[in-house]
């Protein structure tokens, strides 16, 4: 395989025809690890469900950044990312997991979904009242970011005015993340944000301390003091911060690309209105299609085999989610928008947009009902809507999804 072809424009606008090919040539390949960065890229359903949920995979965690990477504690950012649940493993990993776990319970979940629906028919008034004489609205910045960032915000116990600050900071983070984003200039504004971040959370928590409310940070602080030494401060400010990330910008990705994808199918959208109880099956499919975060990473730590493939102690490898999600011998017609696959009764291989295994991920019950609650409501509310110019398609790789998506309502 050639990561380059994923990198040219061509593979950036349509990774997808790259991704057949891949499942007509196996389920693992080989890379050329100094110029494409990863020894092995891994696509085939099984073997990345497998890889996943086998702990001698791991995260690229501080141990494996001594060895390859020495200098990385000089950027703030590489060490907030492995002080967080999502870059470490084993007994560290299973510490942070439970301490980060117990707050998103189902029940937890199962609490916020009448605020959840509250928050999602504002913001539909809002876009109602902005686009009432036929002027077009930006569907990303009046829903798609605005839903989820208060979700997380109130969750979290982040004040609703300081959450337009944290766009242009959450997005200098992710830039990073992306396949060829690790450059200078990336890794200089990501370091600058995560300053800012951390000295922003830290306020936030030494208030907290002195005066507790029922959201997260709260929780957080009080489960740390009722337990010393069960986390440090830099763990309890790594955790919010990569928490608020996490909680957003995939969740913007599903409401953007979501959107973009029913808005020129009126019979699926007319379906969903009729039937709003099939709304869970709509979220799987476009979160099945259009996952908003294609890769994982992870390095080998000891010699194992990889989709049938050897691969050394040390190897990296690049696990491609949204590849294993449209392969053909698990999905039937896999670039096909079938929501009805999710249907109750019809096949139930799980997607692996949120991951398998130990990381698997802990917002995805949320993510799900914030998805399932909206999509039916913005077509019951909007029948006419439509995009008002056909949006470029997305070009980044990793946080796959859209800029600016303008819609008319009629
Ligand atoms: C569409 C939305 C989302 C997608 C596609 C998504 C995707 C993922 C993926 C792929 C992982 C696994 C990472 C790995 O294996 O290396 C993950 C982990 C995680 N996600 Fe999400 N996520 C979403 C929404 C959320 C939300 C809303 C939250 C929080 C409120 C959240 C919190 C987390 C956390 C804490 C982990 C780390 C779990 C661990 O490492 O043990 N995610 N997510």
Redesign the pocket.
């Known amino acids: 395989m050639e990561l380059q072809a994923l990198l040219s424009e061509a593979g950036r606008v349509n990774p997808y025809q790259l991704y057949a090919q891949l499942h007509s040539a196996g389920a693992a390949s080989h890379l050329d690890v100094s110029k494409d960065g990863y020894d092995l890229a891994v696509f085939g359903y099984d073997a990345v469900n497998q890889l996943?949920r086998d702990g001698r995979f791991r995260?690229l965690d501080a141990d494996y950044l001594d060895v390859h990477s020495p200098r990385w504690r000089e950027h703030p950012v590489l060490q907030t990312l492995r002080d967080?649940?999502?870059?470490?493993d084993g007994p560290e990993?299973a510490r942070?997991?439970r301490l980060?776990?117990q707050l998103?319970t189902a029940r937890r979940v199962a609490v916020m979904e009448p605020a959840i629906t509250k928050l999602i028919h504002d913001r539909l008034d809002r876009i109602a009242q902005l686009g009432a004489d036929g002027d077009t609205v930006d569907f990303m910045a009046e829903f798609a970011y605005a839903v989820?960032s208060c979700?997380?915000g109130d969750?979290l116990g982040v004040p609703e005015a300081d959450r337009g600050w944290m766009r242009p900071r959450v997005l200098a983070i992710s830039a990073i993340f992306e396949l060829d984003g690790s450059t200078w200039p990336n890794m200089t504004r990501a370091d600058a944000a995560t300053r800012e971040l951390t000295a922003y959370f830290a306020g936030l928590v030494a208030q907290r301390r002195l005066d507790p409310r029922d959201d997260l940070i709260s929780d957080l602080a009080r489960l740390q003091a009722e337990t010393p030494g069960v986390f440090s401060d830099a763990e309890l400010i790594a955790?919010l911060i990569?928490?608020f990330n996490?909680?957003?910008v995939?969740?913007t990705?599903?409401f953007g690309n979501g959107l973009a994808i029913l808005a020129d199918r009126p019979e699926l959208r007319d379906e969903l209105v009729e039937s709003p109880e099939r709304a869970p099956s709509y979220v799987e499919e476009i979160?099945r299609v259009e996952?908003?975060?294609h890769f994982?990473?992870?390095y080998a730590s000891s010699a194992e085999t990889v989709g049938g493939l050897p691969c050394d102690e040390g190897s990296t490898i690049l696990?491609m989610?949204g590849a294993a999600n449209r392969d053909p011998s698990i999905y039937a017609e896999p670039d096909v928008f079938d929501p009805s696959r999710f249907d109750a009764g019809g096949p139930v291989t799980p997607i692996?947009?949120?991951?398998?295994?130990?990381?698997?991920?802990?917002?995805?019950a949320?993510?799900r009902l914030?998805?399932a609650i909206a999509f039916p409501a913005i077509f019951e509310r909007f029948p006419g809507l439509h995009l008002a110019t056909e949006p470029p398609p997305p070009t980044q790789l990793m946080f796959r999804g859209h800029d600016v998506l303008p819609i008319r309502l009629r």
Do not use: D, K
């Open positions: 996943l995260q967080s649940i999502f870059f470490t990993h942070l997991r980060v776990g998103f989820p979700v997380i969750l955790n990569t928490l996490a909680g957003f995939t969740t990705h599903l979160l996952p908003p975060a994982v990473v992870r696990v989610l692996l947009t949120f991951g398998a295994g130990g990381h698997y991920c802990l917002g995805a949320m993510t914030e998805g």
